[in-house]
């Protein structure tokens, strides 16, 4: 035990020691700090454009009637004729005079003109509405009927009320996705750095050395131990920052979002992401460590980490899945793979029921996996340190359990 705690303690220093650890992480913070503050911004920014042009406020189009007929009859409900013709309108719009507009050319048909396709642009949709509703209104003028009383009946709204009796799927979606992305990167940014330093331990000769001193387990465990606990605080740092910005640009954040943050992120929900997160990291961990041991290099590194890159971005994969239909069968399954169980299972809970006998069998068989791997990379890490050379295959390691 005082073994492993003077390599896990040696390792952590060198860890958090690094001037680019350090770097990088009080840029995150700062990031995560105005990322958290852009509702801020956002009301700044409107605020300044209500006052410099008030009337944005109300919807206006530019238009050009076909006829004097449309023009006298429609004009009073859509707006007065901006253009006289279509082709003036098209320079207007050429000489960036205005972005876009509209020629009537009856009360069921029209051309909308712009210079570019906007994706984000409601404007035609308005448009659109309000001449439908005026057309409709000219139909049953037609008909005898009392438009006004018409749309009365047609428009009576619908009294509803929806009751959730378990979880709402909706509310957690981008919490999830959040803790998805955040796990992906701690994942392969922290599983290379482990790879990448037995590999180089094992380049340098400086293994050999250390086993002579003491066992591959405390080594093995220490170096997990010191990556994984970095990776950690590094976390908790970004964490600390978006929480502190949070608090401060609280009373600026939509309402619908303070109800989803607030009613998706409870206590239980909290405690199954952390103990997920933090058994998955540490498997993964322990694999990288594993496949490490296997190469005689630093620079062949990629090239053995590359099939659990696979498994793990299928597993991003089967996440992105979940939060779509967390109560696909598909995703039931993949909860109790303890390779995608680490966002799938979390993904689950917070959004769907899952009974209490689910996740402990998928606790379980995640924490029986996490000490597998760890004694599997805890012999590869020995079994390596004896062949230098070429790269070690799977065989290879098979072989070595019958000795």
Not at 66 to 91: F, R
Not at 168 to 173: I, L, M, Q, R, V
Not at 210 to 234: E, H, M
């Amino acid at each position: 035990m005082k073994k492993l705690k003077t390599v896990f303690n040696f390792e952590l220093r060198g860890m958090i020691q690094k001037k680019s650890l350090l770097v990088t992480t009080a840029i995150m913070c700062v990031i995560v700090l105005l990322i958290t503050t852009i509702p801020t911004f956002m009301i700044w920014f409107e605020g300044e454009e209500t006052e410099e042009n008030p009337s944005k406020a109300a919807e206006e189009f530019t238009l050009v009637y076909e006829n004097d007929e449309l023009k006298e009859a429609i004009s009073p409900m859509l707006g007065e004729e901006t253009y006289s013709t279509e082709e003036e309108l098209k320079d207007a719009v050429q000489r960036e005079e205005v972005t876009s507009g509209f020629v009537v050319e009856d009360y069921d048909r029209y051309t909308y003109i712009s210079y570019d396709s906007k994706t984000d642009s409601t404007e035609q949709l308005i448009f659109e509405s309000q001449l439908e509703q005026l057309n409709e209104n000219r139909l049953f003028d037609e008909k005898g009927m009392d438009s006004q009383e018409v749309r009365e009946i047609l428009n009576q709204p619908i009294e509803q009320e929806t009751v959730y009796l378990g979880k709402d799927a909706g509310s957690g979606t981008a919490i999830a996705f959040g803790v998805m992305i955040t796990m992906y990167l701690l994942i392969l940014l922290y599983g290379a750095n482990v790879a990448t330093s037995v590999a180089r331990e094992k380049d340098s000769r400086t293994m050999e050395l250390l086993i002579t001193s003491s066992n591959p387990r405390t080594f093995i465990l220490g170096k997990v131990g010191a990556v994984g606990l970095t990776g950690i605080l590094q976390v908790a740092s970004l964490i600390v920052f978006g929480v502190i910005g949070f608090m401060l640009n609280k009373e600026n954040y939509p309402d619908v979002l303070l109800d989803m943050v607030q009613g998706s992120m409870t206590i239980d929900v909290l405690l199954i992401y952390i103990l997920f997160s933090v058994l998955g990291y540490i498997l993964y961990l322990f694999i990288y460590a594993a496949l490490g041991s296997l190469v005689s290099k630093v620079e062949d590194v990629n090239s053995a980490v590359t099939p659990i890159t696979f498994l793990f971005v299928l597993a991003y994969l089967a996440a992105t899945f979940a939060m779509i239909v967390p109560d696909n069968p598909v995703v039931k399954v993949t909860s109790f793979i303890p390779f995608i169980s680490l966002f799938t299972m979390p993904i689950r809970y917070m959004l769907t029921s899952v009974p209490m006998t689910s996740l402990l069998v998928s606790s379980a068989i995640m924490v029986l996996t996490v000490v597998l791997f760890a004694a599997l990379s805890i012999h590869i890490y020995k079994f390596g340190s004896l062949n230098y050379g070429n790269r070690l295959k799977l065989k290879d390691v098979i072989r070595s359990f019958k000795k």
